[in-house]
């Protein structure tokens, strides 16, 4: 973590993200705060390396065939450490702000089509920022950024739960249209889910709430729908 002084650099800092959070506004970095970071980066990645073991590396370097292919949001409070525990070689991880299938279809086909990736997962999260932008007035943001909010198609003015949960419905249907024959052919499992730190959805904070499975929205389905699932991966585990 932080140490002290960084610690404070951060809490001065939240008084100023209301300000911030309007479209058009921009904050700046510390550089000194980067060069304490980059030092603590380092040292952790030297304990991960020393900890997995040059075994587990050489295994690595021989491929991958990640079992899902997993389009979250950039958003850095959202990271595999709350999927999978053992995340290497497992996870095709594609980042980029709204969750979205359109801004980054390259790296998902990539990830379906030549990695193999059994399960297609998209993840939005509770406090979306991007959600927030896309469900107001950006015109003063950045082209680059305006153009990624521009393929979110929500409500606006609509509550940001909702405006995620639409949002990852409609990549989860994007998908299915760009993947009919595989999902059709049952090589592929599209779902869509909900990271809910907030605890929006009343489902408990933190917890990743499955919201869409191939086009399937009802609760009560959706239920019975990961069973399948579960015991394919323990099957994948056992083997």
């Not at 779902?191 to 809910?196: E, K, R, S």
């Not at 959805?201 to 869409?212: C, F």
Request: net charge neutral; aromatic share 6%.
């Amino acid at each position: 973590m932080f140490n002290k002084q960084l610690a404070v650099l951060l809490a001065a800092a939240a008084f100023v993200t209301p300000i911030a959070a309007h479209a058009g506004a921009h904050t700046h970095g510390d550089a000194a705060v980067a060069q304490a970071f980059i030092k603590e980066i380092q040292a952790d990645q030297s304990a991960y390396a020393a900890a997995k073991g040059a075994a587990f590396f050489q295994k690595l370097s021989k491929g991958q065939e990640p079992r899902a292919t997993v389009v979250t949001c950039s958003d850095s409070r959202v990271h595999t450490n709350m999927l999978d525990k053992t995340p290497e070689g497992d996870l095709f991880m594609v980042r980029n702000i709204g969750n979205q299938l359109a801004t980054a279809k390259g790296s998902v086909q990539y990830g379906v089509n030549h990695l193999g990736s059994s399960l297609l997962l998209f993840i939005g999260h509770s406090s979306c920022g991007a959600i927030k932008a896309a469900g107001g007035d950006y015109a003063t943001l950045e082209e680059p950024i305006k153009k990624e909010l521009d393929t979110i198609s929500i409500t606006k003015g609509s509550s940001n739960i909702d405006g995620v949960k639409t949002n990852v419905n409609n990549q989860v249907t994007a998908a299915l249209k760009e993947w009919a024959e595989q999902v059709k052919a049952g090589e592929l499992l599209v779902v869509g889910a909900v990271y809910d730190f907030a605890d929006d959805m009343k489902q408990g904070p933190g917890k990743l709430n499955v919201i869409n499975i191939n086009g399937e929205t009802d609760s009560a389905k959706l239920r019975n729908m990961p069973a399948p699932a579960a015991k394919a991966a323990q099957e994948h585990e056992h083997h």
